[in-house]
């Protein structure tokens, strides 16, 4: 980020991780009370992540925080440990605002696995659930709601959510939420909160349109960011393949042959993700699909289903790119290139995570050598462009060639015949 034209922020934390290697912390160091680091011990959670490490101390103390952050680097307890502790000792409401259904579900699931112990109710708001069982749960004056902004505003316009307490509020992915399209929705739940409160923000990505909710709902907040802006995860090895339409089937089949352990595909439409994942059955690999047609519960079973090893594969619009929180993915397929440079560091964010390798295949048709170009202007690096295996279908003979600059001069990539 560039610090002279955002210079709002606080010039402390603009130090990002000169404070030491945060990796040589514990939790114990971090300013955390006894009780909570009694849970974190047995949960196993010793070391905190760089973003943990940089942002809970600073958010103990009540600070406003904006985190900068690659995605699957542990922001949900970064923002949900100092919600539950100043929860604890001074009472009031956390509201936590998320793009995704699956997020929300799965940053609950977190919160509670703490939580409970003190007593803390949770209450996840977000469309695809039944109203009368939500209104039943914000009767019960949950002390975090969790939820996406197009069903927290129903609850709003229905007077039947409590915002008048909220001391705390969190926007995670929020240059997600307003890529798609939540910004009146975030506009009006931050003229009804508290003004007096604290606000937590964290992205992956700090477009123009995040600066500006941070100038003008924000008490001059610190800002932590723990990798370069568009950064892809460090532990991922990318490969690029340039193939015609009609064969990313055949090479989805090799790829699936040569490399073991489970993927995660992604299509850019949700018809895409339908036939690929019946592609994917009829070659004898168990798959399941998650997209916005399907309802609630349909998603949960086929996330449950991917975690648990029920299914090997798993097909997905870029619903889930960053709503899927799954440690042991071994491979992500980009069968379709993202309509955004942003979206590619997401979806291969979903492998190479809680320090393990990963790798991340992209299919690149000749004809989208632009995306290819923003792709490698944003992670500020060049991908390796692999030959296409033998045995493949001709390519489609009105495909064009794709070209590339690399240091100046033009190399042309031909369709592999």
Do not use: W
């Amino acid at each position: 980020m560039n610090h002279q034209k955002n210079n709002f922020f606080d010039s402390k934390a603009t130090a990002q991780i000169e404070k030491g290697n945060p990796n040589e912390l514990s939790f114990h160091e971090l300013g955390l009370d006894a009780p909570i680091l009694k849970i974190l011990d047995q949960l196993h959670f010793h070391t905190p992540t760089p973003i943990q490490a940089q942002a809970i101390p600073d958010a103990l103390n009540g600070e406003d925080i904006i985190g900068v952050a690659q995605t699957g680097t542990g922001k949900t307890l970064a923002f949900g440990l100092p919600i539950i502790q100043r929860l604890i000792r001074h009472g009031g409401k956390g509201l936590i605002l998320l793009p995704t259904r699956e997020l929300a579900l799965q940053v609950e699931e977190m919160l509670q696995k703490i939580a409970r112990s003190f007593g803390l109710r949770t209450v996840t708001i977000i469309g695809g659930a039944p109203m009368h069982h939500q209104i039943k749960d914000l009767r019960r004056n949950p002390h975090v709601i969790i939820g996406t902004p197009g069903r927290l505003i129903d609850h709003m316009e229905r007077r039947t959510i409590p915002l008048q307490d909220v001391s705390i509020l969190v926007l995670d992915e929020a240059d997600r939420m307003l890529d798609m399209g939540f910004a009146p929705q975030i506009k009006k739940l931050l003229q009804v909160v508290p003004k007096d409160r604290q606000t937590m923000l964290f992205s992956a990505t700090m477009p123009n349109d995040i600066v500006k909710i941070a100038t003008q709902h924000m008490k001059r907040p610190t800002h932590v960011e723990v990798a370069r802006q568009g950064s892809p995860a460090t532990l991922v090895h990318q490969e690029i393949y340039i193939v015609a339409q009609n064969q990313k089937r055949n090479l989805l089949s090799v790829l699936l042959r040569q490399y073991q352990g489970t993927v995660l595909v992604f299509s850019r439409t949700k018809h895409g993700a339908k036939k690929i994942c019946r592609d994917v059955n009829q070659m004898d690999y168990r798959a399941a699909e998650i997209h916005s047609n399907l309802s609630l519960a349909q998603r949960r079973k086929s996330l449950e289903g991917f975690k648990k090893g029920v299914y090997r594969v798993l097909v997905a619009t870029d619903i889930a790119a960053r709503g899927i929180d799954v440690n042991d993915i071994a491979l992500v397929i980009n069968y379709d290139v993202p309509e955004y440079a942003e979206d590619y560091v997401h979806r291969i964010g979903r492998t190479g995570r809680a320090g393990k390798k990963g790798r991340a295949i992209t299919f690149i048709m000749p004809s989208q050598s632009d995306k290819l170009r923003k792709i490698e202007r944003l992670i500020e690096a060049k991908i390796p462009i692999i030959n296409l295996p033998k045995g493949l279908p001709e390519p489609e003979q009105e495909a064009p060639k794709v070209h590339r600059m690399r240091s100046g001069t033009r190399t042309s990539y031909r369709s592999h015949r």
